[in-house]
């Protein structure tokens, strides 16, 4: 399932900010692949840190053709060099391991999750091993779906803002200029940040790369 999003948010942003109208116009609607389920979410991502796109790609493949369904139950049953034999780091395997067996004992209320404001859920992943902020703001908004997340500490949003306003750096009060801007529909312009630090506007250059001063 896609990122789901519609005219609504987009006329909204575009009204926002004249700059960011002419992204959207140009790229047009951006198909998102989401995870609806929150337990293989949380998983999924851990697996994904500090390595590529790819390698998390062949290691959840791996670990979907070992156990089927990426559940708890599962999970907390195996052994960690079970779940390292996949291809991720000792430290992961005890990272999703630990995840697995708090849920399964009740320790770690996933499900509550999804009735928490975005900030109270954000603390309560962050609870967890292995879990950043950047991380679980990516949980809300690839897995939950939340409208209005706009991570601080995603560089390729940074780089967007960048590419698409011209800033050679983006500090903290700059982006909350940004994000006040943007919101509630932050993830949206994420979405539309992320195309243009990705290069879906060729005639868009990083000014953090210019030589000089």
């Known amino acids: 399932m896609d990122f789901q999003y519609g005219s609504a948010e987009v006329e909204y942003l575009k009204s926002k900010d004249k700059v960011l109208a002419g992204i959207i116009d140009k790229v047009g609607h951006i198909h998102r692949e989401t995870d609806p389920d929150l337990f293989s979410a949380v998983v999924h991502h851990i ?3 500090q390595i590529s796109t790819k390698a998390q790609a062949t290691i959840w493949q791996r670990m979907r053709d070992r156990f089927g369904d990426v559940n708890a ?3 907390s049953r195996a052994e960690l060099t079970e779940l390292q034999a996949l291809g991720m780091t000792f430290r992961k395997a005890g ?3 630990d995840f697995a067996e708090k849920v399964e004992r009740g320790d770690f209320d996933l499900q509550g999750i999804a009735r928490l404001p975005d900030d109270e859920a ?3 992943l962050v609870s967890l091993k292995g879990i950043g902020v950047w991380t ?6 690839f897995c939950l779906q939340r409208p209005d997340i706009f991570s601080f500490d995603d560089l390729a949003i940074q780089r967007g803002l960048r590419m698409v306003y011209r800033h050679r ?3 903290r009060k700059l982006f909350e200029k940004y994000r ?3 919101s509630p529909y932050g993830s949206v312009a994420s979405l539309y940040l ?3 630090a990705g290069g879906a506007v060729p005639e868009l250059s990083d000014p953090a790369l210019r030589k000089g001063g």
């Open 95 to 97: 990272y999703i391991k």
């Open 180 to 182: 006040r801007r943007y």
């Open 169 to 171: 750096k983006i500090d």
């Open 47 to 49: 697996i994904g840190q």
């Open 73 to 75: 139950a599962c999970i």
């Open 194 to 196: 992320w195309a243009a």
């Open 136 to 141: 679980a703001e990516m949980i809300l908004l």
């Open 122 to 124: 954000v603390k309560m």
